[in-house]
């Protein structure tokens, strides 16, 4: 996840990352993408919560929507490259209508959903979501 943060800072600021750098984290980020067109937080990276339970492996809002806002931004033929498409489709197809929320689960452990620090992942899926989407247009 920190990786694919960079190639979305790289993209804002220069010098962060070289070219070959830039291209090497899209290429590894293109690699982790899941069969339904998105991403899940535990495969952008080796995560252990603090409270052992097991990590929720199914693709989510924020890992999806951080990756394809960073993919969008990183420039080159990662930037239109189809897998974003089918990324971006993930979160139009996921977007829950009821809230207008996405949805996302804690790295560092399990949390009640409807607690605020339950809440706060969603928050932050949902904004990257929104940012993800607006890019595209």
Do not use: C
């Amino acid at each position: 996840m920190n990786r694919a943060l960079m190639l979305w800072a790289s993209s804002k600021v220069g010098d962060v990352l070289t070219p070959p750098q830039r291209q090497a984290i899209a290429e590894a980020l293109l690699a982790a993408q899941q069969e339904d067109g998105g991403w899940s937080m535990a495969s952008l990276g080796t995560f252990k919560r603090v409270d052992d339970t097991a990590l929720d492996t199914q693709t989510d809002g924020y890992a999806t929507s951080v990756v394809t806002l960073a993919l969008q931004n990183a420039g080159g033929a990662a930037s239109s490259d189809a897998r974003v498409r089918k990324g971006l489709d993930w979160l139009r197809r996921h977007q829950d209508r009821s809230t207008g929320q996405w949805t996302a689960t804690s790295l560092n452990k399990r949390r009640d959903p409807a607690s605020d620090p339950g809440r706060f992942m969603n928050d932050a899926a949902s904004a990257y979501a929104v940012l993800s989407l607006t890019t595209a247009r």
